[in-house]
């Protein structure tokens, strides 16, 4: 349904404006998306909005980009457990 209103990389289509069209929430769009892709459809993003990749290089480079998401997410998911863990052992400590 969404891979139906979408153009190519150089006409991408904000989720703003797919929401709009589809008269549902972003966050309901962007499941409505993972679903989408989930199915087989090339549905990728860049910084102006969702378009249709029209090749593997298209894919590929969109990959790479989910890729780094998901290392900053997995980088910050530990920072955040180290801080926890410190936490955890500064209450642990009776004050005097």
Do not use: W
């Not at 190519?8 to 993972?34: C, F, M, V, W, Y």
């Amino acid at each position: 349904m969404i891979h139906e209103l979408l153009g190519n990389e150089d006409n991408p289509i904000t989720g703003k404006e797919l929401s709009r069209i589809l008269g549902i929430e972003k966050r309901l769009l962007e499941a409505h998306i993972q679903m989408e892709r989930r199915e087989g459809y090339p549905i990728c993003a860049n910084s102006q909005g969702y378009y249709m990749a029209n090749s593997p290089e298209e894919i590929n480079r969109y990959c790479a980009k989910l890729k780094r998401q998901a290392v900053n997410i997995f980088v910050t998911r530990q920072a955040l457990i180290k801080t926890a863990t410190a936490l955890c052992d500064t209450e642990a400590i009776p004050e005097a």
